[in-house]
């Protein structure tokens, strides 16, 4: 929609600076007609050709796009794939971890009745 109306703006003020420059230079009737129809088959060449390459990059960003939501899908599959294999990975080392710090838990529990508390 801001490329439409910038679009828009934009070739409203090439048309209104060309033709206020043909206007306003001092020529003859018949000079002005003639830059008029010369200056007017430019402008819509230029229309033409610009029209052109927005559609060219319109198609272009919607095959981008595309790509990228499909290339997104991908990564986000793979993913969680490896997520899921880690986890796997890890389960059995989850438990030893959670074992060794039950044991490590206990011996400071049992170091804590055999050292006297400092006084104060």
């Given at each position: 929609?801001?490329?439409?109306?910038?679009l828009?703006?934009?070739?409203?003020?090439?048309?209104?600076?060309?033709?206020?420059?043909?206007?306003?230079?001092?020529?003859?009737?018949?000079?002005?007609?003639?830059?008029?129809?010369?200056?007017?088959?430019?402008?819509?060449?230029?229309?033409?050709?610009?029209?052109?390459?927005?559609?060219?990059?319109?198609?272009?960003?919607?095959?981008?796009?595309?790509?990228?939501?499909?290339?997104?899908?991908?990564?986000?599959?793979?993913?969680?794939?490896?997520i899921?294999?880690?986890?796997?990975?890890?389960?059995?080392?989850?438990?030893?971890?959670?074992?060794?710090?039950?044991?490590?838990?206990?011996?400071?529990?049992?170091?804590?009745?055999?050292?006297?508390?400092?006084?104060?």
């Open positions: 929609m801001k490329a439409k109306s910038l828009i703006g934009f070739l409203t003020g090439t048309v209104v600076a060309g033709a206020a420059t043909l206007l306003s230079a001092p020529s003859s009737g018949k000079d002005l007609r003639t830059r008029i129809k010369t200056n007017t088959e430019e402008i819509k060449a230029t229309i033409d050709e610009l029209k052109v390459k927005l559609l060219n990059i319109k198609d272009d960003t919607m095959e981008a796009t595309q790509i990228s939501k499909e290339t997104v899908k991908t990564f986000i599959s793979d993913v969680q794939v490896v899921e294999n880690w986890k796997q990975e890890i389960e059995p080392n989850k438990t030893e971890l959670l074992k060794n710090v039950q044991e490590i838990e206990d011996s400071l529990k049992e170091l804590e009745t055999v050292i006297p508390s400092p006084k104060n």
